[in-house]
T-cell receptor, first 114, second 115 residues
Framework: QKEVEQNSGPLSVPEGAIASLNCTYS??????FFWYRQYSGKSPELIMF????GDKEDGRFTAQLNKASQYVSLLIRDSQPSDSATYLC??????????????FGKGTHLIIQP | DGGITQSPKYLFRKEGQNVTLSCEQN?????MYWYRQDPGQGLRLIYY???????QKGDIAEGYSVSREKKESFPLTVTSAQKNPTAFYLC??????????????FGPGTRLTVL
């Protein structure tokens, strides 16, 4: 059973601070990793994906991947109230090249306090 | 304007009824997916399809059926055999699931409630 684990939160962060979201996965052969943002009642939208060990930066967002430890994280710098949402970690499983869909964590509810 | 559309946005079903949720995409994507999301939960895969006239069961396919007669369309039928169908249903598509960077794009979702 492939599993993706996230702390459900809520994670409360002051405006302007760095928000750190973490995700661990069970399938060591997983190839790529996605972070989606989901506002209440809306569908998920992709923020970033990463498939190489290390850091990947895109604006205020940085994804970090450590395959040896089987964790992936998302850092949000200069947090804004509009960043308040649920963040879903998704993993592309090793079998089938992802053709059988992504495995999602339950999400972390992030609250940015003005 | 390319994207994925789902209809209806809200759907109410009486017990014992079958209902069909529509999903259409004009992104020319080969792969399409159906997920279910319950409150406070992540997305769970119901069915997926890589090409026309072919589809595979996901993790929670029981009580659901799909068809893929056209590349653009992947309707989901929630049958009376589905014991707890009240949930938020999300359709997604992607270009090539064989690529590590393959991104799934989501439609706006259909919220189904059983009365």
């Amino acid at each position: 059973q492939k599993e993706v684990e996230q702390n459900s939160g809520p994670l409360s962060v002051p405006e302007g601070a760095i928000a750190s979201l973490n995700c661990t996965y069970s399938d060591r052969g997983s190839q790529s990793f996605f972070w989606y943002r989901q506002y209440s009642g809306k569908s998920p939208e992709l923020i970033m994906f990463i498939y190489s060990n290390g850091d990947k930066e895109d604006g205020r967002f940085t994804a970090q991947l450590n395959k040896a430890s089987q964790y992936v994280s998302l850092l949000i710098r200069d947090s804004q109230p509009s960043d308040s949402a649920t963040y879903l970690c998704a993993v592309n499983p090793s079998s089938g090249g992802g053709a059988d869909g992504l495995t999602f964590g339950k999400g972390t509810h992030l609250i940015i306090q003005p | 304007d390319g994207g994925i559309t789902q209809s209806p946005k809200y759907l109410f079903r009486k017990e014992g009824q079958n209902v069909t949720l529509s999903c259409e995409q004009n992104l020319n994507h080969d792969a399409m997916y159906w997920y279910r999301q319950d409150p406070g939960q992540g997305l769970r895969l119901i069915y997926y399809s890589q090409i026309v006239n072919d589809f595979q069961k996901g993790d929670i396919a029981e009580g659901y059926s799909v068809s893929r007669e056209k590349k653009e369309s992947f309707p989901l039928t929630v049958t009376s055999a589905q014991k707890n169908p009240t949930a938020f249903y999300l359709c997604a598509s992607s270009i090539d699931p064989g690529l590590a960077s393959d991104e799934q794009f989501f439609g706006p979702g259909t919220r189904l409630t059983v009365l």
